[in-house]
């Protein structure tokens, strides 16, 4: 049974019947740009082929009640203002904080069914919080009778996350999700917010798999990161790193993790614009080269990578060879690689990769692969 279908049938059993609409919000990966969007930098990530799809009805009174399929059909009844954010996070922060979101932005709808289902797993770093919050913005605005701008859905997405997750999260994620085209990278100016599709060569393909260790962004190390880079814009006396530059950078006495976090952001700005013009020339070396190097910069400056992801990337890129490359995609500590190499190697790859690396979780090697070029096809995540 499809996302929509099962949805759909969770709506059925929890309210007895047929929903007015349903909503759909993919995952994202993301290319290349990390840990550079709350740096006002460039990203470059991808929307993927799975997501989360709430199914909505309108009902009479002022009830926001929503039933969560992939938690034992858990139920959330809420009214607008009654409640502060909870702790500990769980699903229900995140329907909560985007009804709110939605409603500070002027889209009323009264009372509220919702059923939601996901096939986008948690904690892999194919931000699924992300997915979640766009997909209920969407469900709120149809029931509202509005057709909200992708921005305003991706503010309203990364609001519910900072207030109610408690992640101090950048964009990139919600615009991935609110903006992106299936099949195209979408570059993003995280300054302003302009962004531009970018095609995928038809015959190369994007493979996400999973490194088996689960990771949450709750846990301190993302806001951390995000207070060192703060910390070196201060130092360095830039309202961002963004307006940084090397030069800049090593002049000024830093101490060395700073120091290292600013080199990343700067260094990996730059690879994502060079990345954007290795996709346009269809130099899958030139591109794979920037990933292997981005990855290295994540690993070695920033810091957020672990053992086990280090491990899978090496050995993609070991099977990939010069045709590709491999990076840790997400905001790290764990979840997903993502490797970008020539459509027609994807099974030879695999099979390689099959061979060689154990999940330290114990699974067998989970991945997806996302056609480019418009034709998404996922499969097995
Ligand atoms: C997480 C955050 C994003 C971004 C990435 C790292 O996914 O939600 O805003 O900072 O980490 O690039």
Redesign the pocket.
Known sequence: MSLIERTRAGYVAAYGREPDGIAFAPGRV?LI??????NEGL?LPLPISIGTAAAWGRAAGQVIETVALDFGADRDRYILGAAPPHHPVDWRSYVRGMAEAMAARGANCGGLNLAIGGSNPRGA?L?SS?SLCVAIGRAWAAAAGLAPDPRELALAAQSA?HNWAG?N?????QMAIAAGKPGHALLLDCRDLTTRHVALPEDWAVVIIQSGVTRG?VDGH?NARRQDCERAAQALGVSSLRAASSDLIEAANLDLRIRNRARHVIREIARTEAAVAAIEARDLVGLGQLLRDGHASLRDLFEVSVPAVDRLVDLANAAIGAGGGARMT???FGGAIAAVLEAQAVPAFLANLTDTFSAPDGRQLTYLIERTGGAAAGARL
Not at 33 to 38: F, I, K, L, R, T
Not at 169 to 173: K, Q, V
């Open positions: 993301n740009g990390e840990h550079v969007d709350y990203v770093g931000s992300a996350e992640v999260c950048g964009i990139m994620d962004l993302y997400g905001g790290g």
